[in-house]
Every structure is written in structure tokens, then in C-alpha cells.
């Protein structure tokens, strides 16, 4: 080993100022755990399975069109049992698809549901059904996501079905809700504009 005059003459000095560095890393190192750790709770690091949800949001894209174009040519029935063969298909759960994967499903849900309320005639659906419909497309996990817009529409359509239920008080708390998450939403546009 060659040793240069700084190393040979003053050894203490190197150890001294390590000794001083360390509790500064110790310090950065605990503080980048703990945002990664509120970062996951938050839902906001990438998924786990970040390829399941590039293949569901493509798979998503490639079925929003077709509904689009069934829609368009009137075919309200065909689009209902597009969308209703995409709710039976899996979905992932939260620590498999994170917000992203959760907020897909709200966005098929809200897509088919808002479809038959707006028509009725077509395969016809009592409003307990439609209300299962809106907890099965939210699942437990709508309160464990970022304020979205898929979540928030979904949320009021539930309100919607309530209220044709004659649950009026339940009706108002899922619209206070939607209007929550959607002040939320414009409160972070606002935000974020120059």
C-alpha cells in the first residue's frame, strides 16, 4: 500500500470526520425509507406487476373503441355486454396494480354502469343489481386511492342508483363524497397551473 504524508501523519483526522458523516447518512438513508414507505401506503410508487397494468390499459384502450364504435353505430346492448364481459374478467388487486390498476376498473365500472342507467330498456337491470354493480366496480379499496376522477364518477353514479332505491341519506353521502374527491381534483389543477 503506499501511503501518501496526509494518510500517514493524520490518521485521526479521517476517522473523526467519518464519525461526523455517518449520523448525516444514517439520517438521509432513514429518511428516504420512510417517504418510499409513505410513497407505497399512498399508493404512488409504480405497481408491483407494473406489466399487468400496462397489459390491462391496453387490452382497456383496444375495448373503449370498440364500445365507442358499437355506441356509435347504436348497438347500446352490444357495448352493455362488451363492457360486462370486461367486469368478469380479473382484475388486480391494489398491491398488484396500485392506484393505476384500481382506478382502470373504476373507469370500465363507471363506463358500464352510467350505460344502463341511461338506458333502461335495454337488458334490463333491477337497482339492486345496479347498486352491487357500483360495489363490486369500487371494492374495498376505493378509499385507499388518490383522488380521481374515475373513482369520483363511479362514486356518484352509486349515489345515483341510491336515490332511485329511495336511500336518499345514502344517496347524499356518496354525492358528498364525488364532490369531495372532485374539489380535491380541481384544488391540485389549480394548483399546479401557472
Avoid: C, K
Avoid at 370498440?66 to 346492448?77: N, P
Avoid at 383522488?147 to 336515490?163: D, H
Amino acid at each position: 500500500m503506499i501511503r501518501t504524508s496526509t494518510t500517514h501523519e493524520h490518521p485521526g483526522r479521517w476517522r473523526g470526520r467519518a464519525r461526523g458523516l455517518l449520523p448525516l447518512a444514517f439520517g438521509m438513508l432513514l429518511g428516504a425509507l420512510a417517504m418510499l414507505v409513505g410513497l407505497a401506503q399512498a399508493g404512488r410508487l409504480s405497481p408491483r406487476e407494473p406489466e399487468v397494468v400496462v397489459a390491462l390499459g391496453q387490452l382497456l384502450d383496444v375495448e373503449h373503441r370498440r364500445v365507442d364504435l358499437l355506441i356509435e353505430r347504436g348497438d347500446v346492448a352490444g357495448a352493455i355486454a362488451a363492457l360486462e364481459a370486461l367486469r368478469r374478467q380479473s382484475w388486480p388487486d391494489h398491491a398488484t396494480g396500485g392506484d393505476v390498476g384500481v382506478q382502470l376498473r373504476h373507469d370500465v365500472y363507471g363506463r358500464l354502469l352510467r350505460l344502463r342507467l341511461d338506458n333502461p330498456e335495454v337488458s334490463p337491470v333491477e337497482p339492486t343489481a345496479l347498486l352491487e354493480l357500483a360495489d363490486e366496480g369500487l371494492g374495498a379499496e376505493a378509499r385507499d386511492v388518490d383522488a380521481n376522477p374515475f373513482t369520483a364518477r363511479l362514486t356518484a353514479l352509486r349515489g345515483e342508483v341510491l336515490e332511485q332505491l329511495d336511500r336518499d341519506d345514502d344517496a347524499l353521502g356518496a354525492y358528498e363524497a364525488a364532490l369531495q374527491m372532485n374539489s380535491e381534483l380541481l384544488e391540485r389543477e389549480l394548483q399546479e397551473s401557472p
